[in-house]
């Protein structure tokens, strides 16, 4: 192979291995859920997030009870934790976007079920509630 050809085919790789692959959600679902589920409040999330998952729970016919601390964790037939993670986006003037987001669902205090999002590397603006949304809907596909 030539020079050109050479150049040609590393541009090529580069080109694809720049690319980022879709934001896809990475779920577990959970099988054979409770009719109700308690949540266990996270200090460390905009409260704005906890609104959105609860809202989402009970469009699926869940009953959701939120939770300050694990206190009454076997009360719940289900109970699940919740982590997300916001950056600004400077190129339109400092939109805030979801970068991360991770709900984790128990039962008899084991995983039953998860569902995670990592926005991919370059310009992607993602509202947290359209998130939670797709994820809610993926970790209970039943509702």
Do not use: H
Not at 6 to 24: G, H, K, N
Not at 80 to 93: E, K, N, P, Q
Request: hydrophobic share 45%; charged share 20%; proline share 7%.
């Amino acid at each position: 192979m030539n020079r050109i050809g050479v150049v040609a085919v590393s541009l090529a790789w580069a080109a694809v291995a720049a690319a980022d692959p879709p934001a896809e959600p990475r779920v577990n679902p959970v099988a054979d859920p409770a009719k109700a589920i308690c949540i266990i409040e996270n200090p460390d999330v905009k409260a704005t997030f906890l609104a959105a998952y609860k809202e989402e729970l009970e469009a699926r016919g869940l009953k959701v009870a939120v939770l300050k601390q694990p206190d009454n964790f076997y009360d719940c037939p289900m109970t699940s934790t919740y982590w997300a993670l916001w950056g600004a986006d400077s190129i339109i003037g400092f939109i805030y976007t979801v970068d991360y987001i991770r709900l984790n669902v128990y039962r008899d205090g084991r995983l039953a079920g998860y569902a995670k999002y990592e926005r991919p590397n370059g310009y992607v603006i993602n509202k947290a509630d359209n998130k939670v949304k797709e994820l809610v809907a993926a970790l209970f596909p039943q509702g």
